[in-house]
């Protein structure tokens, strides 16, 4: 995976595939250089013991292929920085994915372009699950949600192509602003 | 956040097209983009972009776009498979976002599947090899 956006991506299709109806994407870029990204979801969730074998490389409820791969290669990719992935999860509650990338370390990929992963998940999913988008960095915040850009929007769908493209716009703004020094 | 009133001003440009495209789902045409972990390592996710925004450019509102889990073919892809109504689905192998336009621009608007592009022919050329 050659971008931590591109994790992101994929974090998401977990949480898509564990029937989410709600998806709640933090990220966190601290005076320290260190990125906290944290992914909630309201899906079917894990027991603990299932969680703990995801991060082992051979956990997958997919029948197409026998072992999972997203998350033990996210853990890899943010323990080389010295950060780590964890997972909190409760049956029938949901998920929660916290990532941690030391973003001064050699080895932290880039942030990649979040920006296109989120107008990618709504593009696909314009009826939900819903997005909530929050950004901090010591440059400030800025948040982003599907439910109140559809509300404004109704009827028109969220996968216009034009509002497509808005979300894609006005996310790269925020995003280079917030994290633009910082790789 | 880019201005709210952009939104609003998309909402009233777009408004009268909606209804042509819920009218219409039997002339519905369908890209599907394989979006798990080995497609998105792959290059997936620009190339269901890609497809979005020549689509958008095109004006072209009764093509959706949406993505599918992992079919087990991973050293295939970016996959991405296009159906047109009342044809067989054709499948689309080792795409990228410039394959991707040219599909929209050969087979979703010309009807004529880009052959070179397939699964089949990537088929062919490994039996040859
Ligand atoms: N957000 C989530 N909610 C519920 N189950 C999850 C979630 N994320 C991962 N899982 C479980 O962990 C397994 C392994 O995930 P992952 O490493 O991404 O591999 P894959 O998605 O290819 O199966 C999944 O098959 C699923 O059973
Ligand atoms: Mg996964």
């Given at each position: 995976m050659r971008d931590i956006s591109l994790h992101l991506m994929d974090?998401?299709?977990n949480s898509i595939a564990a029937g989410a109806r709600l998806i709640s994407v933090d990220l966190a870029l601290d005076d320290n250089g260190v990125l906290t990204m944290r992914i909630t979801d309201d899906g079917r969730g894990m027991t603990p013991e299932a969680a703990q074998r995801?991060?082992?490389?051979?956990?997958?409820?997919?029948?197409?292929?026998?072992?999972?791969?997203?998350?033990?290669?996210?853990?890899?990719?943010?323990?080389?920085?010295?950060?780590?992935?964890?997972?909190?999860?409760?049956?029938?509650?949901?998920?929660?994915?916290?990532?941690?990338?030391?973003?001064?370390?050699?080895?932290?990929?880039?942030?990649?372009?979040?920006a296109q992963t989120i107008a990618a998940l709504?593009?696909?999913?314009?009826?939900?699950?819903?997005?909530?988008?929050?950004?901090?960095?010591?440059?400030?915040?800025?948040?982003?949600?599907?439910?109140?850009?559809?509300?404004?929007?109704?009827?028109?769908?969220?996968?216009?192509?034009?509002?497509?493209?808005?979300?894609?716009?006005?996310?790269r703004e925020q995003t280079d602003v917030l994290f633009g020094g910082e790789r | 956040m880019k201005s709210i009133a952009e939104l609003e001003e998309i909402r009233k440009r777009t408004l009268q097209r909606i209804n042509l495209r819920r009218e219409d789902k039997e002339s519905e045409v369908r890209v599907v983009v394989g979006m798990a972990t080995c497609g998105i390592a792959a290059g997936a996710r620009?190339?269901?972009?890609?497809?979005?925004?020549?689509?958008?450019?095109?004006?072209?509102?009764?093509v959706t776009?949406?993505?599918?889990?992992?079919?087990?073919?991973?050293?295939?892809?970016?996959?991405?498979?296009?159906?047109?109504?009342?044809?067989?689905?054709?499948?689309?192998?080792?795409?990228?976002?410039?394959?991707?336009?040219r599909i929209v621009a050969e087979h979703v608007v010309n009807g004529r599947p880009v052959t070179e592009y397939t699964i089949g022919n990537a088929e062919n050329n490994k039996q040859q090899a």
């Open positions: 974090l998401a299709q995801a991060l082992g490389p051979f956990a997958t409820t997919r029948t197409t292929r026998k072992v999972g791969l997203g998350l033990p290669l996210t853990q890899a990719n943010a323990r080389l920085t010295g950060g780590d992935l964890t997972i909190a999860s409760a049956p029938n509650e949901g998920t929660t994915v916290t990532c941690t990338f030391y973003t001064r370390h050699i080895d932290c990929l880039p942030l990649g372009d979040l709504v593009a696909a999913h314009p009826d939900g699950p819903d997005i909530e988008l929050s950004l901090t960095s010591p440059k400030g915040e800025s948040a982003f949600g599907t439910a109140e850009t559809r509300d404004i929007l109704h009827p028109v769908p969220l996968d216009t192509p034009e509002v497509i493209a808005w979300i894609t716009q006005s996310l | 620009p190339v269901m972009m890609a497809f979005v925004d020549e689509i958008g450019r095109r004006h072209l509102s009764q776009v949406s993505q599918t889990g992992c079919i087990g073919m991973c050293r295939l892809e970016p996959m991405a498979d296009v159906f047109l109504p009342g044809e067989e689905k054709v499948t689309y192998v080792n795409l990228d976002a410039d394959k991707a336009r």
